[in-house]
């Protein structure tokens, strides 16, 4: 016998001995450290609370957490592979959801008057912003917001001129008079009096003067690793469906104690803020009808080239083991 066939030969016999003894080939363990994008501001509240109140480390999971000004921003991350969740918006979703292979395991959070549009004293209605410069993030469900009230006084895109800017840049910009207005989100507008000190700056809109309705932010993972880690996958959902029990249940003092300081806000900000920003960890038809408003948007404005059908996308069976209410609120 030559010296490979004793090789295979000893291995066989290996094999054979483990299996004899009780010990078939072990499974592939899943993943030791999870790492999540989230947004740095309440539409990924339900991470922030497991964090800070250690619920990932009660469940014994190694959860590695980093925040970005927006979830576009920490969608490229995430596509970049340094993330195993990404925690975005509708039209980041929708961006996402038609370019990679994923699988959108819950909502997180939502809100109705979010999304603001900011401006000079100049500006009193969309009429006023015809050939004008505003500030968006031009991949944030803040470009929605600006086209449906362009449209409420007869403009588009086409009639003004659009800059990408993250949101601190947007701030900047609208105060030296780079540009007329921005399409940006809360707590910007309650911050006009710190940001804007001795200027005229005003909320024009938001979600609800438009008619654009609610947003949620996604909870998103990737097919393959969903596949390779359903059971660290199900420990994280369920993690994050204690921490939105624990927000429904906290008094505002509790709310405000453990979160004002993460978010870095004062106390009275922080009332008048967080409170617009519902936790709902929910995968039903109404959540496949609200993202499929903005895909359709996305589509017509050619931010996305294929269509995404999103019941197809929710992972199901995850947020269902955890608690099958989930699938119907």
Known sequence: MNARRRFLGYGLVALMAAVLAGGAPTARAEVDTVRINSAAFPISAPIHVALLLKLFDKAELNVKVQDFPSGAE????FRAGRADFVVTAFLPTSILASRADVRIVSTLA????ALIIMSGPDIDGPADLKGRKIGLLTRSDSAFLLDRYLRSGGLTFGDVELLNLTPSDQMAALKNGDVAAVAVWQPFGLLRDRLFPGQDIKVLADQSTVGMG???SSFIAGTKFIEENPETTRKVVAVLQEAKEWIDNASEAEQTELLAGYYRLKEPLFKAYFPMWKPRLNLTDEVAGE???????ALKQGIIEKSVDFKALFATDILGSVDPSLLSE
């Open 214 to 216: 609610r947003i949620w």
């Open 110 to 113: 939502g809100a109705e008057k």
């Open 74 to 77: 920490a969608m490229e991350g």
């Open 291 to 297: 993202m499929s408003t903005m895909m359709n948007w």
